[in-house]
Each structure stands twice: as C-alpha cells, then as structure tokens.
C-alpha cells in the first residue's frame, strides 16, 4: 500500500512545480515535502518526479498522482455517502479543446451541480490526453481515442472544420485560383501553402492537414497564432490569413458574406472522444453522462465522405 500523504505530497509538487510551492500549499516545510517524496520514490523503488522547473513526473510519477486524485476523489464520494456535509466540494479537473469549449460543452457546464468545483484545462484536442497521463485532470475532450492506462474511452462525434478566410484575403491571395472547382484541389492547396494562414497555437495542426488532404505535400510557408477562439475567427475575418473555422461558426458567417468558403464541398471533420478515470464517483459518472448527451447531438455522429 503506499501512504496517502505521500501521494498527496508528489501531487502536489507536480502540481506547483517547485517542492517550495507545495510545502505551501500543504503548510508543512520544504524539507518535509522532499522527505515524504524520497520515501514514496524507496517505496515505488524508482525516480516519481524529475527536479526540474517545473518538476514533471516520471512515467511511474504520472501512475502514482493519478492514484492520488482517484483516492482523494474515492474519499469524498465516501463522505457524500455517509452523509458527512461540509467538508470540501467534489473537485471536477477536466480537459477541453478551445473549439468545444465555446461551443457544446458550455451546455455541459450549465448542467454542473452547486456541490461539485470544476477546474477546466483549456488544451488543444492532440494534448488533452497527456493531462490524463499525468494525473492534472479526472476527464478530458480528446483527440486521441486509445484509452490511456487506468481510463475508459467514448467516442462523442466528429466535429467539422471548412477552410475560410475573408474576401479581402481571397482577393489579395488566391484571386487566380477558381475556389470549388473540380480537378483544382492541388493547385488550391499549393496556393493556400504559400499563403498566411491562422493556426490556434503552434500544436494546431488543422491547416496543414487540410491542406495535405487536398493534395499538398509541402508545409505551410507562414502560420501566425492566435490561442483565442473569439478573436481567432476575428482575425481571420479581418484578413490576416485563412483558416479552419468549425462548422457552426462558418455557417453563421459565410451567408453574411464575413467569411467565403475556400474549399465549397471540402472539409475536415475531426473524431473526438470523452476519456475519463475508469474509477467511478457520483460527480464523474454524471459529468460523463452530460457531456455524451450533449456531445452526440452538437456533434456529427457519421463519418461522411469528403
């Protein structure tokens, strides 16, 4: 068995990282905190934390702190249970694309009771999974469908992206390429390659996918970031660069004539799945169950055929 204050101790120097930042937080010494971590790591019989700035786990590290969140989750649904109020809400860390976030899975949070505290991790959808690796969340919208260790996983949908950029830009940049025409989706995809597009953040990768579906080898020449999902469509209306827009929001701009569809009849849809800690509590079980009710019907649920 391994000490529930020592797991709560490598938590939380994984969670600060710094030994200093989590002797604070646990009010205890700096020297306490790198005490009860040696032990924990003699127990394991291996290094848990790498003493980094940040301190990052281990592999093992990663096992170990989400044995710490599933215990401390554990013991509050015990408290619940044997009616024992007052003591701490049910903590809810969860992690979320930038796109689901402003769209669908507000729904979900609307839906939160007063009795649990959500905590969201704002991640691009390829790096969620990663947060579940190493114990920072309980759940986790994903790209990634392969279940991580200790976790289940469900598939929610596809959701959709279209290449859109402003009229402005079309002119500037692609007035020589005949946008939807059939037999054109390479000469397209050399245009948009050498043109200035709009990624979320350099892990965004929607763009270069696109365009290599559409039959570019190459990369793209320059990618500006903007990691806001509001002012990330307002720049690509304003003409700094083209982009994939989610389908909700192209089908509310493209009919005003704020953005034009570079690509009519092309698109990227992008499966996405719920993973959470195979360890069942009240908060989880019913968080997991809104977030697939909403999910299925925001979400394509059918791959369709580009």
Known sequence: MYDAEQLTTLAA?????????????????????????????????????????????????????RLAGQRA???????????????????????????????????????????????????????????????????????????????????????RYRAMAS???????????????????????????TAPAVAFTAEDALQHRFVTMLGGGAGLRRVHHVPSSSAYVSVVAAGLGWGMVSEQEADQLAPAGVLVDLAPGSWLDVPLWWQRWAVRTRALDELSDRVVEVARSALRQAPVAV
């Open 13 to 65: 120097v994984v969670a600060e990282g710094t030994f200093d930042a989590a002797a604070q937080t646990l009010h205890v010494t700096p020297s306490a905190v790198s005490q009860r971590v040696r032990a924990l790591e003699q127990h394991a019989g291996q290094v848990l934390v790498l003493r980094t700035r940040p301190c990052r786990p281990t592999a093992a590290g990663e096992v170990l702190v």
């Open 73 to 159: 989750a554990l013991d509050t649904e015990a408290r619940h249970a044997l009616g024992q109020l007052g003591g701490p809400a049910d903590r809810l860390p969860v992690a979320v694309n930038a796109d689901s976030l402003a769209t669908w899975f507000v729904q979900v949070l609307s839906s939160v009771g007063d009795d649990v505290t959500v905590e969201v991790h704002r991640e691009d959808q390829d790096r969620t999974a990663q947060l579940l690796r190493d114990g920072t969340v309980m759940a986790a919208v994903t790209g990634d469908g392969r279940a991580v260790q200790g976790c289940r996983s469900v598939p929610l949908g596809s959701a």
């Open 167 to 193: 009229a402005s830009f079309v002119a500037r940049h692609l007035a020589d390429v005949p946008l939807g025409a059939s037999g054109e989706r390479r000469r397209l995809a050399r245009a948009l390659a």
